[in-house]
């Protein structure tokens, strides 16, 4: 049986290697200390932003073929397709350039103008041609950097900055997929076999499995903004191959000169998920410094690793670059790309995401965290959204400015309060109902007019809740006709009726009230809450808590 490819007939594939060296925490009793180089393959591309190479993207699934079919396993390649294929003529296809140069730019890198397909040759299963084309000798994008922060999730062994060099990034066409099927028999899937690729190959400066994973998560993150890809790895989009290799650990003792250089390395291939990366480098890591320290030798092969395991497995001997003997494509011509062409993308690429989450502390007073959320959830739709719901309240600003001289200052920005409703509280409904976000569900328009509504007095955090899940769960009725309809208006209370309550709790409760008076504010939520409880939705928080600290003597400050 035959699992289905996970990519479709219009998709385009991207794909990246990431060489990672990973100098890992070894506890000075061991000898060895790991480094790895990490690859990071394959990912959907999304369609160009010129008509005519969309409809290519449409039209041509592959490079090197006009066959198109559909996700059901081996019907996008027929079978001459598939086996024949090293006797079919090669062509370019050009829709798959635009998203590659978006990507290449995304990760600092520089486009060459000219660049050449070679041919890598070897004999396996899953690439029955004999051979795989690509750009080892002239790549189209070279000498990028990729900066990693503690935000993003690096190793605290790494400081709050690593530096990750990008060698190069190649064009290249996809193999067959394989699936293993224990204990001794292996099932091929040709569907994605000729998708055109990008494959990253980074420098080896990385240095803990943790920041590794969190390079990977990254590039994701910035190829989705620049719409270089459109999945995730969660969806197959991204395929990893991690390259492994262990060195000497200093701290062991005496060394002699050349041992602090890389070992041989291994391979650990289509890593699925980021946790796969942390875990089977973990893994491959202690398996060979227990080879070393056992006396043994670290041979160069291709392992396997599934999510959850103890131990890669070995799944086949590693060629060398001698072995695969590159030569230059002799149907595909060089690849020329113009100034003029990347200058335009360049211009038209998006913001960079350390941009963004800059701009959502600097401007919106969003915290690292929510803003990190923001503009990795949902594809960056959620971020979207965010984005029209404070539009929609900025065109409400005339009678949000009014009422501050009833409500009295902020205490915090607008932007945080839209992040909260747009984070937490739908954050809340939807994992609740195990449902995905989407735009439509609640228009940015509506929420922005309850938000207006409770900055404004006119209702209270309670009612602001029940009209957003009413909205939520398809109430088509507007915002303003449910409060109207549904007496959901806020009655405010008397100074006086403020205080007769506050009062009346206070005196039901004079240990706790000594508590607070003594410095413990925190216990204040008590009474506020009490306070809400019994209005009915008729007590304002903010002006509750007024009140109380007023009874207590306690200072607003």
């Given amino acids: 049986m035959l699992i289905a490819g996970l990519r479709n007939a219009a998709s385009k594939s991207v794909t990246r290697r990431i060489a990672i060296c990973v100098n890992h925490g070894a506890a000075s009793r061991h000898k060895y200390k790991a480094t790895q180089p990490l690859r990071l393959l394959q990912t959907h591309v999304s369609p160009p932003d010129t008509v005519p190479f969309r409809k290519q993207l449409k039209d041509e699934a592959k490079r090197n073929s006009d066959r198109k079919g559909n996700d059901v396993s081996n019907t996008e390649n027929p079978i001459d397709d598939a086996t024949l294929q090293r006797w079919e003529l090669t062509a370019f296809q050009k829709g798959a350039l635009l998203p590659a140069i978006r990507a290449a730019l995304a990760l600092g890198c520089h486009v060459q103008q000219r660049s050449q397909f070679d041919r890598k040759h070897y004999f396996y299963a899953d690439q029955p041609a004999g051979y795989q084309i690509t750009q080892y000798y002239q790549p189209f ?40 099927q224990p204990p001794n028999e292996a099932m091929l899937d040709f569907n994605r076999v000729g998708h055109p690729l990008i494959e990253i190959i980074t420098l080896p400066q990385i240095h803990q499995p943790q920041t590794a994973a969190a390079c990977v998560k990254k590039i994701q993150a910035l190829l989705q903004a620049v719409n270089a890809v459109t999945t995730g790895m969660e969806l197959g989009g991204l395929r990893a191959d991690v390259n492994v290799s262990v060195r000497q650990n200093p701290a062991a003792g005496h060394v002699r000169r050349g041992q602090f250089e890389l070992g041989q390395r291994t391979e650990i291939k289509n890593l699925s998920s980021i946790k796969a990366v942390e875990d089977a480098i973990i893994a491959e890591r202690n398996r060979q410094i227990s080879v070393l320290n056992g006396g043994g030798s670290i041979e160069g092969e291709t392992r396997g690793w599934t999510l959850g395991a103890s131990d890669t497995v070995k799944l086949r001997g590693k060629e060398g670059e001698v072995d695969y003997r590159y030569m230059p494509d002799p149907d595909l011509r060089p690849l020329f790309i113009s100034e003029d062409l990347v200058a335009d993308i360049a211009e038209n690429l998006p913001q960079s995401s350390d941009r963004t989450v800059q701009e959502l502390i600097q401007e919106h007073g969003l915290t690292m965290k929510d803003a990190k959320t923001l503009t990795e959830l949902d594809n960056g739709e959620r971020l979207d959204y965010f984005d029209q719901v404070c539009e929609e309240l900025a065109a409400l600003s005339l009678d949000l400015q009014m009422s501050r001289k009833n409500i009295g200052k902020r205490r915090q920005p607008f932007g945080v309060t839209v992040a909260n409703w747009v984070l937490h509280e739908m954050g809340g409904i939807l994992s609740a109902g195990e449902m995905a976000f989407s735009p439509d569900t609640l228009p940015a328009g509506d929420l922005a007019y309850i938000i207006m509504m409770l900055e404004m007095g006119k209702i209270t955090g309670r009612t602001a809740k029940q009209l957003f899940a009413k909205k939520f769960n398809g109430d088509n009725r507007n915002v ?11 009655e405010p209370l008397s100074d006086g009726q403020y205080v007769a309550m506050a009062r009346h709790l206070m005196d039901s409760n004079p240990a706790m009230v000594a508590a607070i008076k003594k410095g413990q504010i925190g ?29 207590m003597g306690i200072s607003n400050q």
């Fill in 141 to 180: 994008a070279t000498n990028g950097t990729l900066l990693l922060y503690g935000h993003d999730g690096i190793a605290p062994e790494d400081g709050d900055m690593a530096q990750v060099g990008i060698k190069q990034i190649q064009l290249e066409q996809d193999t067959a997929k394989t699936v293993l």
């Fill in 523 to 551: 216990k204040l939520g008590f009474f506020i809450g009490q306070m809400m409880r019994k209005g009915e939705g008729k007590v304002v928080a903010r002006k509750a808590e007024a009140t109380l600290k007023h009874l």
């Fill in 480 to 490: 303003q006709t449910i409060i109207d309809q549904e007496n959901l208006l806020l």
